[in-house]
């Protein structure tokens, strides 16, 4: 069967910070698009044009496509056109060897209403190999239909890679302006994928193989988690020799080829934390520097936790009539990066977190972009801005949320790791 000229119903297969959106811009193009999730609150949330997560724009696009009825979701999957995946890929053991659990899950659930002519795109961002595996799952999965790691461009059904690359805080606008690296196991297959990205894609949609795909999309963020260590590892040495990080990043940034990054707490996020040890895993030996980069941002938080104890300390010293019992300290933002309530993989959140495991007194977070704190912040306290800032006794800065930003100073026992309060911002 000759594949169909246009894309009458697609589906997206988990509905989280890139499959939301992504759903939401192909229905927004009038294209009849079901999106399936296991979580049920979020299925009904979707379902009445509401959303679960935080995102710019996004609110408008799915009460408009839902309301239209071009957006719906379930949490089973329904023949279509075109399936997008869009699960996590996390790692796993000590050793942070790929989990592609959860494209197995996915890849078993679309599998009985696969047709012919359809096309099968993995858009979890994946260590090399992963696409091939995912189509040898839906094999097994259909034997009665051909696939392209066995009858090429003759197979019955489309299979691709094509990485999201977009910016939290930006989802919408960059899904729709930015390049598409679309790696399929066959030209056939990348021509097709390729047809279904420019149904909303402006940028360029570059057609590759899927295992370059793959490698371009870790490579993408190894490069910049490379780049965050360089300043995270400076922040330790200006810590060092008593200077300030912020201010010597900002003179050498006048370097007119050098562009220094701003150190944090740590990295965070499902892919800058993740995606280089995929490299690691499938090249031990060659990925020296790579493996190095992660150690040194997957280190900072314990350095933060030293500041703090060192705070904690001061704090005691210079108020005779506390204990560490009654010392409350209060932590500034949990999300990963700024502006948005994404908590995956976040150094604020394992700061937190290991803060309240080890001290006696009250832990306070102020998280202004969530309602309800992870259950692994037990004995935490969610407060207002307000109510940190006039009640603690030790404040530490984790994430420069807006907020955040507007405060004119840190208060007397403090530690700052995103510069809020730096001498170069004045």
Known sequence: MMDKTAFQKISVVGLGYIGLPTAAVFASRKVSVLGVDVNQTAVDTINRGEIHIVEPDLDIVVRATVSEGYLRASTKPEPAEAFLIAVP??????????????????????????????????????????????????????????????????????????????????????????????????????????????IFVQGTCISTDARSAEMSKITENSFRDVNIAFANEL?????????????????????????????????????????????????????????????????????????????????????????????????????????????????????????????????LAVEPNIEILPKTLDGVSLVTLPEAQNSADVHIYLVAHKPFRELSTPGQFHVDTIGLFSASKG
């Open 89 to 198: 890929t996390p790692f796993k053991g000590d050793n942070h060897e790929p989990d592609l659990r959860y494209i197995e899950a996915a890849a078993w659930a679309i599998a009985p209403v696969l047709e012919v002519g359809n096309l099968v795109v993995l858009e979890s961002t994946s260590p090399v190999g992963a696409t091939e595996q995912m189509a040898a799952w839906l094999a097994e999965a259909r034997p009665d239909l051909t696939f392209p790691q066995t009858h090429g461009e003759a197979s019955d059904i489309r299979i691709a890679h094509c990485p999201e690359r977009v910016l939290p805080g930006r989802v919408m606008q960059e899904l729709v302006q930015n390049d598409r690296i679309i790696g399929g196991m066959s030209p056939r297959c990348s021509e097709r994928a390729t047809a279904l990205y420019k």
């Open 235 to 363: 922040s330790l040495i200006c810590d060092r020799l008593g200077l300030d990080v912020w201010e010597v990043i900002r003179l050498a940034n006048h370097h007119p080829r050098v562009s220094i990054l701003t150190p944090g707490p740590g990295v965070g996020g499902h892919c800058i934390a993740v995606d280089p040890w995929f490299i690691v895993a499938s090249a031990p030996d060659e990925a020296l520097m790579i493996k190095t980069a992660r150690n040194v941002n997957d280190g900072k938080p314990s350095w933060v936790l030293s500041k703090v104890e060192n705070t904690i300390a001061a704090c005691l010293a210079q108020n005779p009539g506390k204990t560490r019992e009654t010392v409350r300290v209060a932590c500034y933002g949990l999300a990963f990066k700024q502006d948005i309530d994404d908590l995956r993989e976040s150094p604020a959140l394992e700061i937190t977190r290991q803060l309240a495991a080890r001290h006696s007194g009250p832990v």
